[in-house]
């Protein structure tokens, strides 16, 4: 039973030392018992304190990582319903499911197109997540046959789906290394299936029929040490599932039930023939509230618009995405290519990055850091003026690359032009550019002419 607030405060060091960055040691209590703070932002809370509160400093969610490597995912630590009110935290994972009594060449052929598609967009790159095997045959050795095909292709992580016990318990002491995560344990096979997962430490899906058989087996689980758990509800009626996930969710967030606090795992591809509808169902899972979404085809047409939606969903709305601080070479400038500056907002420097470098004008970008804001929001707030745009340039170098002391700035701040030419001592000559990216190439063609 998670601790309430007053529980948590007589178990803090009453100090109001504002550390960790609450007024007092009761809204840090508070924060806590709601799940959206860490015990850790507490410098002095004691050893015994800590234990006792291990618990309530969990997040309503728990975090379960799957996979190893490069290619391990972590899902869960969610503390919202809604994204708008903190962020959501771990991107769903995508999986892509194939039958193991699929022919060996489709099996190669689906397992090379996922370890190929990738996109790279805004400095993120959105790739499918993990394979999903499932033992449609029945038959063990044909399972294993096909594990083995599939761990010798793709160092992506596998996640196992039999109703056969045995086939399960070979599947995770075989791959035990990989870290896989084992569909599923359910009322009929928990007392076999426990011991192995505690030895192998692989991730495991509970599938209950009803909410109460889940939380009696995430019970019993949780009481042998298991934490690394997903949760399948095994409705495969997208209505119903609907439904569940914002039960799950609801009884997590505001009932703080930790026998349902785990992350999700779905299948839309179970829930209709349509590869268009499955992609739409999908797509509500994304922010609805599924963290495993398993898919049954690899069509670019149909998964580019889901690894964006997510990328949109899960960007955390208080923190826009940046690029690094620097200077920027696109088409291997040399000393007299024009020089730009901008922010370091992803969007504008990917926007203006890729006009500059289709118009096939060498040229040095400046990039900015404006905590990620865009242009004329970073002058509004007082980040992009010429003080310390002066300074930036002043420490960046550009100087001893280029022999044309010229800068040109985005359209939208002309009216920095003078004040930035008397902050840099007249030494360098400030070049309003257009406004709009779009017209970035044309300008720069007449720039070098």
């Known amino acids: 039973m998670p601790l309430s607030g007053l529980d948590i405060f007589r178990l803090l060091p009453k100090t109001n030392c504002k550390d960790c960055g609450f007024p007092t040691c009761l809204a840090f209590a508070m924060q806590l018992a709601a799940g959206k703070v860490e015990l850790e932002k507490c410098p002095y809370v004691s050893e015994q304190a800590k234990e006792a509160l291990a618990e309530a400093s969990q997040p309503p969610i728990l975090k379960v990582e799957i996979g190893q490597g490069n290619y391990a995912f972590k899902i869960g630590e969610e503390t919202v319903m809604f994204r708008h009110d903190r962020t959501f935290v771990n991107p769903n994972a995508f999986a892509i499911a194939i039958d193991d009594n699929t022919d060996a060449s489709k099996i190669e052929e689906i397992i090379s197109k996922v370890n190929n598609l990738k996109y790279d967009r805004v400095g993120q790159v959105l790739e499918v997540n993990a394979i999903c095997l499932k033992n449609t045959s029945g038959d063990k050795n044909t399972f294993m046959a096909a594990a083995d095909k599939i761990a010798s292709l793709t160092e992506k992580p596998l996640i196992f789906i039999s109703s056969d016990t045995d086939t399960l318990i070979t599947v995770a002491q075989q791959y035990k290394s990989r870290k896989p995560l084992i569909h599923a344990i359910d009322m009929s096979n928990i007392d076999m299936m426990m ?120 960007t955390d709305p208080r923190k826009p995405m940046a690029v690094e601080q620097k200077i920027y070479e696109i088409n291997n400038p040399d000393s007299n290519s024009p020089v730009l500056i901008t922010t370091n907002f992803s969007l504008t420097y990917f926007i203006i990055s890729g006009e500059v470098e289709n118009c096939k004008v060498p040229s040095w970008l400046m990039v900015m850091d404006v905590e990620g804001q865009s242009v004329l929001t970073a002058w509004a707030a007082g980040k992009f003026i010429p003080e310390m745009i002066a300074k930036f340039i002043n420490k960046s170098g550009i100087a001893d690359k280029v022999n044309r002391k010229e800068i040109i700035i985005p359209g939208y701040v002309a009216q920095l032009q003078g004040e930035l030419e ?28």
């Open 195 to 314: 011991k192995v997962i505690k030895e192998t430490g692989c991730s495991v899906v509970v599938k209950g029929k009803t909410f109460d058989e889940i939380s009696t087996l995430s019970e019993k689980l949780r009481n042998e040490g298991i934490r690394n758990i997903v949760i399948d509800t095994g409705d495969r009626n997208f209505k119903n599932d609907f439904f569940n996930q914002v039960i799950l969710r609801r009884a997590a967030i505001n009932k703080k039930d930790r026998l349902l606090g785990y992350p999700t795992i779905v299948f839309p591809g179970e829930m209709t023939d349509d590869p268009l509808k499955e992609t739409l169902i999908a797509s509500i899972f994304v922010a609805k509230y599924a963290s495993i979404i398993v898919l049954s085809n690899i069509n670019p047409q149909n998964l580019f618009p889901l690894l964006v939606y997510r990328q949109n969903i899960y």
């Open 422 to 449: 008397d902050e840099l001592g007249g030494q360098w000559k400030i070049i309003v550019g257009p406004r709009e990216a779009g017209e970035v190439p044309k300008f720069l063609k007449n720039y070098i002419a």
